[in-house]
């Protein structure tokens, strides 16, 4: 019952920032960790940023470590990304998604995700 539906995503020119948010619905939020991932074409998904389920935890994939920013509030039951200074690596499509199990940690397998949301497109033009 649990549903995550992304929104934010489209056209951007590198060096640009763009800002995905997330809202999900039918569980308790607030008791799951959470991760923004991503899938570009041709490649595996990774995990781009993680966050614990009180927010006070958070860490990122290395190629975007100082540009990103992922946020949640658990009052209204989102999980943002917010990026800067993209370049055209990143287009992706961008899933977020919500641990299978209640824990204080942070994950940073796609394995551990158990439910995702349709995704987002960003496209980042040279």
């Known amino acids: 019952q649990v549903q995550l539906v992304e929104s934010g995503g489209g056209l951007v020119q590198a060096g640009g920032s763009v800002r995905l948010s997330c809202v999900a619905s039918g569980g308790t939020f607030s008791r799951y960790g959470m991760g923004w991932l991503r899938q570009a074409p041709g490649k595996e998904r990774e995990v781009v940023a993680v966050?614990?389920?009180?927010?006070?935890?958070?860490n990122y994939v290395d190629s975007v470590k100082g540009r990103c920013t992922i946020s949640r509030d658990n009052v209204k039951n989102t999980v943002d990304l917010q990026m800067n200074s993209v370049q055209p690596e990143d287009t992706a499509v961008y899933y977020c998604?919500?641990?299978?199990?209640?824990?204080?940690?942070?994950?940073?397998?796609?394995?551990?995700?158990?439910?995702w949301g349709q995704g987002t497109q960003v496209t980042v033009s040279s």
């Open positions: 966050i614990n389920r009180s927010g006070s935890i958070i």
């Open positions: 998604a919500q641990r299978g199990v209640m824990t204080y940690g942070l994950a940073y397998s796609v394995r551990d995700y158990a439910y």
